[in-house]
Antibody, heavy 119, light 110 residues
Framework: QVQLVQSGTEVKKPGASLKVSCKTSGYIFISNYIHWVRQAPGQGLEWLGMINPVGETTSNAQKFQGRLTMTRDTSKSTVYMELRGLTSEDTAMYYC????????????WGQGALVTVSS | QSALTQPRSVSGSPGQSVTISCTGTGSDVGGYDYVSWYQHHPDKAPKLIIYDVSKRPSGVPDRFSGSKSGNTASLTISGLQADDEADYYCCSYAGTYTWVFGGGTKLTVL
């Protein structure tokens, strides 16, 4: 079965960088986009960006331009999300999710990675 | 990319129906038939319940249905059950390989 397993809880200082991994299994890794979504405490879901594992092309929400990088390691069937210049507003649960058909059908999700940014 | 507009909360009694709206613009909801809906229970990952405006993944009961008119998509849940109590989010393609979520709606089953 399709599984997405994310790296664990992180505590970061303001100004630091964050790198979350998302290891996939149960399907052909390069066949599906992976999206990153976060939820800050008491807030709704927020789309951060997506990566196409073929060619490693990416797209991200405008507010993260210049601060967000998504990469993949095909040998490990794993994608990574790096967010730089962290502030307290980046405190959130970060999810990766598989896109069933490259049209935003997020059919399988990781368990989430809790990130706290605090001095 | 502004979040799509959803009501903050809706409520209904068991067995009743509720509808949650999701309003965007012609650049997202109105421009594409790529609207999906997610059910999110606390401390769990979100779950896909509707995609392509009105299609249901296998395993999702037909009590959940979706539709769209102009710039507004809607999710209707009929025959409310206690376990339907959750947060619901719409999501739309917004062009140029970007997507946008709604602000979320808390459904309370009375």
């Amino acid at each position: 079965q399709v599984q997405l397993v994310q790296s664990g809880t992180e505590v970061k200082k303001p100004g630091a960088s964050l790198k979350v991994s998302c290891k996939t299994s149960g399907y052909i890794f390069i066949s599906n986009y992976i999206h990153w979504v976060r939820q800050a405490p008491g807030q709704g879901l927020e789309w951060l960006g997506m990566i196409n594992p073929v060619g490693e092309t990416t797209s991200n929400a405008q507010k993260f331009q210049g601060r967000l990088t998504m990469t993949r390691d095909t040998s490990k069937s794993t994608v990574y999300m790096e967010l730089r210049g962290l502030t307290s507003e980046d405190t959130a649960m970060y999810y990766c999710a598989r896109d069933q058909r490259s049209s935003g059908i997020l059919d399988n999700w990781g368990q989430g990675a809790l990130v706290t940014v605090s001095s | 990319q502004s979040a799509l507009t959803q009501p903050r909360s809706v409520s209904g009694s068991p067995g009743q129906s509720v509808t949650i709206s999701c309003t965007g613009t012609g650049s997202d909801v109105g421009g594409y038939d790529y609207v999906s809906w997610y059910q999110h229970h606390p401390d769990k990952a979100p779950k896909l319940i509707i995609y392509d405006v009105s299609k249901r993944p296998s395993g999702v009961p037909d009590r959940f249905s979706g539709s769209k008119s102009g710039n507004t998509a809607s999710l209707t849940i009929s025959g409310l059950q206690a376990d339907d109590e959750a947060d619901y989010y719409c999501c739309s393609y917004a062009g140029t390989y970007t997507w946008v979520f709604g602000g979320g709606t808390k459904l309370t089953v009375l």
